[in-house]
């Protein structure tokens, strides 16, 4: 009989091979959303278009060259400029060259705006951090989720295998005489009223399970399941520091409060790209130039003049530096100016309040936790008390004692102090999580 068990065991783990496979850990929800969540691969997009905005600022800074050409045909009244006489008369003639110009000064407008990319670069990639925080912070806490309602769901299994046993047993003593049919009445009630609850636990759980499914963009179709791991383990000393101290540190490592000051540094070097807009501009231009035309004649010979020697013999090259000052402009740079200022003001403002929600959350986060802890305490202890509670309120049930609504209120009881402590299991370690994530340390149960 022994074997025979054992050779069903193993078909069953034949046939159902991937099952316990396919349950994903925290850390498998956390690899898969980096890797394929939309959201963050369009951040990733607008990173590109930042570094692509920043090696333009560095090409700006080289020489502007560029070569030209035209080649005319002429027909009717033109211009001879070999002769520098009105011909009217069919003829081509055309010109080719190369110039090029080059800023030796422009206020640092090119250097400031290489500054102004660059912290824009930066940013964007902050940015693209912060994108990622919150998308594990969000999968960490539908994650626990479905982990408390796994608990939920089993005491409200618990709950109703006890009531389930209560009503067998009260048919028997129905049906052989030694309890009404309202007391048998009563417990089937009751039974009744724990497998609702254990609807509603199982309802709860498929929820949380949807939520995690979309936040993973993963098809609710597909079977999809958590890992359980287990127990955790409460210690006293599971929270150290102070909400000082984790904001000290959060501070440095967490980005979005990196990205509020690239964000005011690029406010800053745009100022002063605006500013440079009022001081003189000096540059350099460069030509090479050179020309033909079929009416040209030799000036040896007084024939044919082929083009080849016409555009070695009409060279011409120029330097030159141009400087423009600016006089008046109609307050268009005072204004542009006055809007920079105001935009580094905002910038600012917006990484002090990022500042100030920083310190807010970890207090409030620091906060949950605490209490979170202390609520587990009180609760487990509850449990403890709520148990003997039921069990003696059961007996006494039992033997006729006690009314129905005294032994349902027990049972009751019994279940608000598991549910409560399970939720503040659940939420103090989340809470410690992430106040460990805003420290640097990974999101993960191992």
């Known amino acids: 009989m022994k074997s025979f068990a054992a050779v069903i065991i193993v078909l069953l783990f034949s046939i159902f091979p991937a099952y316990t496979q396919s349950l994903w850990t925290l850390e498998d929800c956390l690899e898969y959303a980096m890797e394929n969540n939309i959201q963050l691969k369009r951040q990733q997009l607008q990173s590109e278009i930042a570094r692509n905005n920043y090696n333009t600022s560095w090409i700006q800074v080289l020489p502007g060259v560029s070569a030209f050409a035209n080649h005319d045909f002429n027909s009717g009244r033109a211009l001879n400029y070999d002769t520098y006489q009105w011909e ?20 640092f407008q090119n250097h400031n705006n290489i500054q102004q990319q660059r912290y824009l670069l930066s940013f964007q990639l902050q940015e693209i951090e912060r994108a990622r925080n919150d998308l ?22 618990g709950q109703l295998d006890v009531s389930t046993l209560e009503v067998e047993a ?3 003593n129905f049906n052989v005489g030694n309890i009404s049919l309202g007391r048998l009445l009563e417990v089937e009630s009751q039974n009744a009223a724990n497998e609702y609850q254990l609807t509603l636990a199982n309802n709860n759980l498929s929820n949380s399970y949807l939520s995690l499914i979309q936040i993973l963009q993963l098809d609710p179709a597909d079977e999809f399941g958590i890992a359980r791991p287990e127990e955790f383990e409460i210690s006293e000393s599971a929270i150290l520091g102070s909400v000082s101290d984790i904001y000290d540190g959060a501070e440095q490592y967490l980005p979005h409060v990196r990205a509020a000051e690239y964000f005011l540094k690029s406010r800053e070097k745009h100022l002063s790209m605006v500013r440079g807009q009022q001081s003189p501009r000096l540059a350099m231009r460069g030509l090479f130039y ?21 555009l070695k013999d009409n060279r011409y090259w120029q330097v030159g530096l141009s400087l423009v000052i600016p006089i008046f402009d109609g307050w268009n740079a005072r204004n542009r100016i006055g809007n920079a200022r105001i935009s580094v003001l905002d910038a600012t403002y917006q990484l002090e309040e990022t500042r100030q929600n920083l310190y807010s959350e970890i207090h409030l986060m620091y906060n949950n936790a605490i209490n979170a802890y202390n609520r587990f305490n009180s609760a487990d202890r509850t449990v403890s008390y709520a148990m003997q509670t039921s069990e003696h309120a059961g007996q006494q049930f039992r033997l006729g004692l006690i009314n129905f609504v005294d032994y349902q209120h027990a049972q ?16 103090y370690f ?5 106040l460990d994530f805003y420290l640097g340390e990974p999101l993960g149960l191992n």
Do not use: C, H, W
């Not at 009217?88 to 206020?107: C, M, P, T, V, Y």
């Not at 000036?299 to 082929?306: A, H, I, N, S």
């Not at 989340?430 to 992430?434: E, G, N, P, T, V």
């Open 88 to 107: 009217n008369r069919a003829f081509e003639q055309g010109n080719l060259g190369i110039q090029g110009s080059l800023s030796i000064f422009g206020g």
């Open 136 to 157: 594990s912070l969000n999968i960490a806490a539908a994650y626990f989720q479905i982990l408390l309602d796994m608990d939920l769901r089993d005491i409200a299994a």
């Open 430 to 434: 989340l809470r410690s999580m992430i």
């Open 170 to 172: 009260a048919k028997v």
């Open 290 to 310: 050179s020309r033909y035309s079929e009416l040209a004649l030799d000036p040896v010979t007084g024939g044919r003049y082929d083009y080849s020697t016409q």
């Open 412 to 427: 009751a009881s019994l279940f608000r102090a598991r549910s409560s402590r399970a939720q503040a299991k659940y939420e």
